[in-house]
Every structure is written in C-alpha cells, then in structure tokens.
C-alpha cells in the first residue's frame, strides 16, 4: 500500500508513518500544497497513491481544498464518468469533531472517512481493513 500522509504537525505525520510502514511506503507532506504536488507527480507517473491521510486544517492550502484538487486531477486524468474505485481512498484528519468541516469533506472533497485525533493505531488499521486496503 502507498500512503501520503499530509498534517502540518510533524509528531502526527511521524505517528501515522510509524502505524503505516508496515504496509507499505509512506511520502509526507507538511501542508496542502506539496501534498497536491506529490499526489499529481504519482498519479501521472501510473504509480497513484492507495490511501491519502489528509489534515484538514492546514497553511499554504488546507485539507478540503487540496482534496478537491486531488479529486480534480484525478477526473482529468481517468474522465469525468470514471469509476470511483480507480481513486485514491482518501480519510481527512481532524483534531475536532467538527460536523461542518466533516460535511464539507465528505460531500464537497468527496473523502472516503474521516478520522478524530488522537488517532489510535487500532482505529486506523480497523477503517483500512473496512475499506480492503490491508
């Protein structure tokens, strides 16, 4: 499995990368933007990232809006009637249980979950195996 794994935090991304190597290579992105750039450079290289750990809130670009891009791209590149399962399985991250952010991810970014920090190694690897990712 490949995972990016974007939060401007650094102990998060180290956390998540810890929980997540075992399945596989782990890129890290410290804000929305160079997570975008990472998931274009993959997705045309034929190499698409499997999972997209995104944080919500973050600088340069934040979470919905780089996902947005991601899903745009991903549009652009398989066509506007693609099948969804050719995407990236994409769960945002957030350190509030916040509803309106998580509508918007959900409808908007069109995520595939959502995840509350703390996040839980258990939690995790239960929401990857609910999507056949591990």
């Not at 929980?19 to 990472?38: H, I, M, N, Q, S």
């Not at 991810?105 to 929401?127: A, H, M, R, W």
């Not at 990857?128 to 990712?133: D, F, I, R, T």
Request: charged share 30%.
């Amino acid at each position: 499995m490949k995972t990016l794994i974007a939060d401007d935090e650094f102990a998060n991304r180290e956390l998540l990368k810890h929980f997540l190597r075992p399945y596989g290579d782990c890129f890290l992105a410290e804000d929305g933007a160079t997570a975008v750039a990472l998931f274009k450079s993959h997705l045309a290289s034929g190499k698409p990232f499997d999972l997209v750990m995104m944080d919500i809130m973050m600088p340069n670009m934040d979470g919905q809006e780089a996902v947005r891009e991601m899903r745009r791209l991903e549009k652009e590149l398989y066509g506007p009637s693609a099948d969804s399962s050719r995407f990236s399985l994409i769960i945002m991250q957030t350190s509030l249980d916040d509803p309106k952010h998580l509508v918007e991810s959900y409808f908007k970014g069109k995520c595939n979950g959502y995840l509350t920090k703390p996040i839980t190694q258990e939690v995790l690897l239960d929401k990857l195996q609910k999507h056949n990712l591990i």
